[in-house]
């Protein structure tokens, strides 16, 4: 798997760059490398400056010279870290069940210069164990091939004695003396495991951290033991892409350690693995003959470890051997299939069920990695497979896959950004549950599109926990364990391993005795998102747990244990429904404290329903004791930017191709500037101007592209269809007809390469003529893109038109990477947010054209040039409303049809234009109607005391915003406010369990208008 989702991976890639750096010995962030990749040099990303306090030390903190602190997320130390007030630390705690591993952090920030720091854990009488490691920190690129770096915590290594281990050079460690600098920080992860027999109860262990010649800092560590164990769901799957390949050079006993590791961090299937060899020889008479003797033996071994499976199976490249059994040459990337090839692939999938038909674990297939819904090849692929019996695993990220191959899947498996809200989870388990397959997706593990999952807990353990169980789908993947590129300890020299993605692919890192040898593997170095992984799961188990005492209490005689039930059940519907939906594949949504104040919770009740089953006297609870600050904001609605419309003329002297912009044609044409950036709508720091005309023969489009940094340009590829040619500066341009799909796309890099595509499929070639011209100051292109061509791809002429200008420009600063003359709010890949092209044909032509956004009365207005030398009677009409325009030789006039947009969701406006006597224009238009009010779905966790920001979406049409007001009810509470953006209002609330909060837009006699949106608060312990 490579990508997660192509429009974040492309927006948020860096620069390999024009200018050499030396490829070694360079130092970055205190590192000694002997090699980097080739480009320009590796920057340090800004980091933010702290604008709060350091906390006061206490007299012992000062003595020892040390000053202990938590931070929510472990991946929030840093070396020159300083810690904010509430993290300051003067006890740590953990709760945990019998049998379980569970972490706790401390931070410590050197009051002074110290050397040899030491940590001690005395467990006293409690029953648990501890790993003591240090976190080490080290630099990280900030994405797969950028060219700017930052320091994380990552690694978990031993410390003791006053010393530590570090990493130096491919997988091989060492120790060094643990000495800290005034300021710097330090931090440490301690791993407790209950044994599966600990005795329940509260303990009390210490924790000592002490530098030489100092005293120690003592900080009591609270253990409470749980009196249940955690239960396992036997029907959801925690995979992971295990990388086995490395286990060629390993032992059969280095293999089963790391499978026991797998299995202790909750994972239960492996992906990726081999399935067996396959005999062709007689495939010309039939017989296809297949080896399942290695998948059997690793599945034995994944029993004895202790995962029992599903795994996934890669087996890619089967259709090609087939295709060379039968002695035949067909390119297989292109349309159907010879049905020789068919049966020949059906056969080997129809072997290799059969020869796995005794084995103790089942299996799917795994064709292609990110399948677009343009693949033939991967469809074909699947659909062979599944004929044979097969069933099948097939992760994307472009839901055009599903739509073309869904019958073939049993799993599909949806990138993480496809299923990161509720009604895109929603959609997809109704999608599986329509063709009868199991709703699977991945997400996390090392990726590092958009955001570095790998020195965070939140991303994974969100993804394996919390955003699991909200999803509702079977099994939850995680890519990659550990795929090396050249030196392991090295994020900065992969690129003659891994040209698309140099950074390290590694969840977890080798520890190895020698250099680069995996048969000296002592194992797996954990890492913090690797122990997040872990966590992740046992927040799911907490909840599954929970769930299944419910259950229990369900059943029971007694009805007061079956109220206790269903109050429960309550309790665990509104955690689930306070936790905000999130992308574990984007930045950190919400504090990972809140993950185990979720967890705290469902343990206390399990605790309570398991002592009302007992009868055992329970705790009463205080109704009165949390209390928070709502504060209630009406907001602007419709925050995307109307699309943009360009007129397209025609012209009699089309451009000569050659990079040069002073044609005479292009002064007339119209201009499309004040580009965007792509992903928030904010102006970059150069701007672009895009041009478009057109003829009988053609579509001419040109770019003039300002660039004070020209000697920074990247322009890497070169040749036609090139990959990753996303990657350099250059252009995009983007056409499709009036109902935005198919589209066709042009990339143009600094090169004059060219890649196109109808939609992501790039076998449709263009024919394009293209000229690209570098000056000081900038550079420009010259686009030519035959209609004939542009019928191919399905898009043919019309009146309105759907375009997108783009710019990638990787001179610049990271922020403006993407610009857009429509803003996306996305990847470029967004046709419905694609600005209006209004061909000008015939007399009378569109100049513009402005839809509606919001909710209620407001008008499309439209714009008609008289383009013939008499004047003109112009006829418009829209649904049933007609208008007319008399317009002089060369002059424009405006129209404003009222409409009374009340219904939200997708419609779409008739409309029509033309002169008396003679044949309309006619277009359709697409509209989207918006909710009239929208509660964000943020989630509704909060602690006491704290206060909670409410910001009701206003999506009303300005001259409706007086005639109504939002009403927000909070359990017995009301509060109302103008719906008018700007109106705001705290109210306190007492909450003794979860609150309901219901929003509703309501007029003026208080009658509720459209859906009320809801949402739980949940005050947390």
């Not at 569109?846 to 499309?860: D, E, H, I, Y």
Request: one cysteine or more; hydrophobic letters at 40%.
């Amino acid at each position: 798997m490579r990508t997660a989702t192509f429009f974040a991976f492309v927006l948020f890639m860096l620069p390999v760059a024009a200018l050499a750096q030396e490829s070694g010995p360079v130092t970055i962030g205190g590192v000694r490398y002997e090699r980097v990749d080739p480009g320009e040099p590796f920057q340090e990303r800004p980091a933010p400056k702290p604008d709060w306090q350091p906390p006061q030390p206490t007299s012992s903190e000062r003595a020892a010279g040390l000053l202990a602190y938590v931070t929510s997320d472990p991946g929030q130390y840093r070396p020159d870290g300083v810690p904010r007030p509430e993290e300051h630390a003067r006890e740590l705690s953990a709760f945990l069940t019998p049998g379980e591993d569970e972490p706790v952090w401390v931070g410590t920030r050197a009051l002074e210069s110290l050397k040899g720091l030491a940590i001690r854990v005395d467990l006293g009488n409690t029953p648990v164990a501890c790993d003591v490691r240090h976190m080490h920190f080290w630099p990280q690129r900030t994405g797969w091939r950028s060219r700017q770096w930052y320091i994380t915590p990552e690694l978990l290594l031993p410390c003791r004695d006053g010393r530590k281990t570090v990493p130096v050079t491919r997988g091989v460690l060492e120790e060094r003396a643990f000495d800290l600098a005034a300021g710097e920080t330090a931090a440490f992860w301690l791993t407790l495991s209950a044994r599966p027999d600990a005795r329940p109860g509260l303990y009390t262990a210490r924790v000592s951290i002490q530098a030489a010649g100092k005293p120690a800092l003592v900080l009591p560590l609270r253990i409470e033991v749980l009196p249940f164990q955690l239960q396992r769901p036997k029907d959801r799957a925690w995979l992971l892409y295990a990388d086995a390949g490395r286990w060629r050079a390993m032992t059969d006993a280095q293999v089963m350690a790391e499978l026991r590791d797998f299995a202790r961090h909750g994972i239960t299937g492996l992906v990726e693995g081999a399935l067996g060899t396959a005999d062709l020889s007689g495939l010309k008479e039939g017989r296809v003959v297949f080896d399942a003797s290695s998948y059997k033996k690793l599945a034995a071994q994944c029993l004895e470890a202790g995962i029992p499976g599903p795994h996934v199976c890669s087996m890619g490249g089967w259709p090609q051997r087939v295709r060379d059994a039968l002695g035949l040459k067909v390119d297989l990337e292109k349309g159907t299939w010879p049905e020789e090839i068919r049966a020949g692939v059906t056969a080997v999938a129809k072997a290799a069920v059969e020869a796995t038909k005794d084995a103790p674990v089942p299996w799917l297939f795994y064709g292609r990695d990110e399948p677009s819904g343009e693949d033939t090849y991967a469809i074909q692929d699947y659909q062979c497979w599944r004929a044979g019996g097969a069933t099948t695993y097939a992760t994307f990220y472009q839901i055009g896959f599903l739509e073309k191959a869904s019958e073939y899947l049993t799993a599909p498996c949806f990138v993480a950004g496809l299923v990161a809200n509720e009604e895109r989870a929603r959609k997809a388990r109704e999608e599986c549950a329509r063709t009868g397959a199991e709703f699977w997706w991945y997400g996390t593990g090392c990726y590092v599109n958009p955001f570095p999952q790998e020195g965070y807990m939140f991303h994974n353990r969100y993804g394996a926990g919390l955003l699991f169980w909200k999803t509702g789908a079977k099994a939850q993947v995680s890519w990659t364990f550990c795929r090396p590129h050249e030196d392991v300890f090295n994020d900065f020299d992969g690129s003659r391993a891994n040209r698309v993605e140099p950074k390290e692919q590694c969840t977890v890192y080798p520890h190895l005795l020698k250099p680069d040898d995996w048969s000296t593997y002592q194992g797996a170095i954990p890492t913090i998102a690797w122990e997040a992984l872990r966590e992740g799961v046992d927040d799911y188990r907490y909840l599954y747990t929970l769930s299944q005492t419910i259950a229990e209490a369900r059943a029971h005689r007694d009805e007061r244990v079956r109220a206790a039930a269903r109050e429960a059940q309550e309790m665990l519907d509104a955690l689930v429904n306070a936790v905000p939906w999130a992308n574990p594949l984007g930045g950190v949504a919400f504090e990972t404290s809140r993950m185990q104040q979720v967890r705290r919770a469902a343990a206390d009740q399990i605790l309570r329903l398991r002592a009302i089953m007992t009868g055992k006297p329970v705790a009463q609870r205080r109704q009165d004791a949390s209390q928070v600050t709502l504060v209630v904001s009406a907001t602007e609605g419709a925050s995307t930017r109307a699309l943009p419309a360009i007129p397209v003329l025609p012209t009699t002297m089309p451009p000569v191709i050659d990079g040069d912009l002073s044609d005479p044609c292009w002064a007339e044409s119209a201009v499309a500037t004040n580009f965007y950036r792509a992903h928030d709508g904010g102006k970059p720091e150069v701007d672009t101007e895009a041009r478009i005309l057109y003829d009988a023969r053609a579509l001419y489009v040109s770019f003039r592209c300002p660039e004070p940094a020209m000697a920074r340009l990247r322009a890497i590829r070169h040749g036609h269809d090139t990959p990753e040619i996303w990657l350099d500066d250059g252009v995009e341009f983007f056409v499709a007809g009036g109902p935005r799909a198919p589209y066709a796309h042009l990339i143009v890099n600094t090169n004059g390469a060219v890649y196109d595509e109808r939609n992501q499929d790039p076998s449709w070639n263009s024919s394009a003529e293209v000229s690209v011209r570098k000056e000081a100051s900038g550079y420009s292109v010259e686009i030519a893109l035959p209609w004939s061509e542009l019928e191919k791809a399905g898009v043919r002429r019309s009146p309105v038109m759907a375009v997108n200008f783009c710019r990638s420009r990787f001179a610049g600063p990271e922020a403006d990477r993407l610009s857009a003359w429509s803003c996306t709010y996305d990847g470029f890949h967004v046709p419905e947010r694609f600005g209006w092209a209004l061909v000008q044909e015939g007399s009378l032509a569109l100049q513009s054209l402005a839809l509606p956004r919001f909710w209620g009365k407001q008008s499309v207005e439209v714009v008609l040039q008289n383009r013939g030398e008499t004047p003109a009677e112009a006829r418009l009409a829209l649904e049933n409303q007609e208008q007319s325009l008399r317009l002089a030789p060369g002059a424009s006039g405006t129209a404003r049809f009222p409409v009374n947009l009340r219904q939200p969701g997708a419609r779409e406006l008739r409309f029509a234009w033309g002169q008396s006597g003679r044949p309309a224009s006619e277009v359709t238009l697409p509209v989207t109607v918006p909710e009239p009010a929208i509660l964000p779905r943020a989630g509704g966790l909060a602690s006491d005391g704290e206060t909670l920001e409410l910001p009701v979406a206003v999506h009303l049409a300005a001259s409706e915003q007086k005639s109504y007001r939002i009403r927000v009810e909070a359990g017995a509470r009301r509060v109302e406010i103008p719906a008018k953006p700007g109106a705001q209002k705290r109210v306190r609330l007492k909450a003794g369990g979860p609150v309901r909060l219901r929003v509703s837009l309501v007029d003026r006699n208080g009658a509720p208008v459209g859906e009320s949106a809801e949402q739980t608060l949940v005050v947390l312990p």
